[in-house]
């Protein structure tokens, strides 16, 4: 299993970054995925899911109408959109795929840095 982000960098406050997440190794469309982040000195949070299917997501409190979670099943790719973007977003980025019994499959994570 291989799961691998890209997209971070730094970003100026009120700016915008896309995130991608390509996986192999297993039955993509039978997954659900979700972004997770951890920033520094903080515990990891949950960003925003979708359903392996595609037709439902969800969102952190803190990001709603702000990131937009998607994914493409004919190319085994998830993407974030992050919209303006504030210094509580800097993360490192992760991408994880599950089910119901839990997020067994992670990446590496990437980077998002906010700042002027």
């Known amino acids: 299993v291989h799961i691998v982000e890209s997209g971070g960098g730094l970003v100026q406050p009120g700016g915008s970054l896309r995130l991608s997440c390509a996986a192999s190794?297993?039955?993509?469309?039978?997954?659900?995925m979700r972004w997770y982040r951890q920033g520094p000195g903080k515990e990891r949070e949950l960003v925003a899911g979708?359903?392996?299917?595609?037709?439902?997501?969800t969102y952190a409190d803190s990001v709603k109408g702000r990131f937009t979670i998607s994914r493409d099943n004919a190319k085994n790719t998830v993407a974030l959109e992050m919209n303006s973007l504030k210094p509580d977003d800097t993360a490192v980025y992760f991408c994880?795929?599950?089910?119901?019994?839990?997020?067994?499959?992670w990446g590496q994570g990437t980077q998002v840095t906010v700042s002027s």
């Open positions: 190794g297993f039955t993509f469309s039978r997954y659900g």
């Open positions: 979708i359903t392996a299917t595609g037709g439902s997501t």
């Open positions: 994880a795929a599950g089910n119901q019994y839990g997020y067994k499959y």
